[in-house]
C-alpha cells in the first residue's frame, strides 16, 4: 500500500440493530456502554476495510449521549474513514435512533475513533492508503480532524495543570471551582 489512495466512500459500513430489552440499562434506556460496544464495532469494520489490515483501537474522542434511545428503536450507525495519519486512521462515526412505529429520527451521537492498521503476522503498525478527498464535506472533515489531533497533541504537552505548583492550584481551585481543599501536613508540602 505505499503511495495508494482510496476515498472516502471506500470506507464508508453503516450497521443498524434492533434496540432489545437485554440491551436496556435500569431506567429502561439502551445502556451507554452497549453502544460503545456498537460504534467501536463498526469502527473495526470501517478502518479494516479500508486498509485492508487488522485494526486495534488507540483513543476516542469524546463521547456525548445528546438523546436516550428506547428499547424497541432501529439504531444505525454510519462510520467513514475522515483522516489518514502513516498507521492511523480517523473514523467518525453517527448514530441515529428510529421509532419504527411513527418513523421519527433522531441524532443521538457523533463520536470520532482512531484505528491503528496492524500486520496480522507482527502485530506491528502498518502505512494505510492515503485519502482521497472528493467534496467540500470531506474536505472540512479531514480539516477538523486534524485540528482535533493538534489540539489531543497540545493538551498532553501540558498533562501536569499549573507545572505542578500545588499551591497555584488550590488557589485556582478555591477561586474558580465549588470544592474545598483539605490536605494533611504530609500530603503536600506547601
Known amino acids: 500500500m505505499d503511495n495508494a489512495y482510496k476515498t472516502v466512500k471506500c470506507s464508508q459500513i453503516t450497521l443498524s440493530q434492533l434496540m432489545l430489552p437485554s440491551h436496556s440499562n435500569f431506567s429502561g434506556k439502551i445502556h451507554g456502554g452497549y453502544l460503545l460496544s456498537l460504534m467501536d464495532q463498526i469502527a473495526f469494520a470501517c478502518g479494516s476495510k479500508f486498509s485492508g489490515k487488522y485494526c ?8 456525548d449521549f445528546l438523546n436516550p434511545i428506547e428499547v424497541g428503536e432501529l ?20 448514530v441515529d435512533a ?40 470531506e474536505i472540512m472533515r479531514y480539516l477538523k480532524a486534524a485540528e482535533r489531533i493538534s489540539l489531543r497533541k497540545q493538551r498532553t504537552a501540558s498533562a501536569v495543570p499549573f507545572d505542578g505548583d500545588v499551591t497555584q492550584a488550590i488557589r485556582h481551585i478555591e477561586q474558580h471551582h465549588d470544592a474545598k481543599v483539605s490536605l494533611t501536613a504530609n500530603a503536600v508540602s506547601l
Do not use: W
Open 56 to 63: 486495534v483501537t488507540a483513543s476516542v474522542d469524546r463521547v
Open 75 to 94: 439504531v444505525t450507525l454510519n462510520a467513514s474513514v475522515n483522516y489518514v495519519g502513516a498507521s492511523s486512521m480517523v473514523v467518525g462515526i453517527r
Open 98 to 137: 428510529q421509532n419504527i412505529q411513527t418513523g421519527l429520527v433522531k441524532h443521538c451521537n457523533s463520536s470520532y475513533f482512531t484505528m491503528i492498521a496492524k500486520d496480522s503476522d507482527t502485530g506491528k503498525p502498518v502505512r494505510v492508503p492515503r485519502l482521497q478527498l472528493k467534496s467540500e464535506e
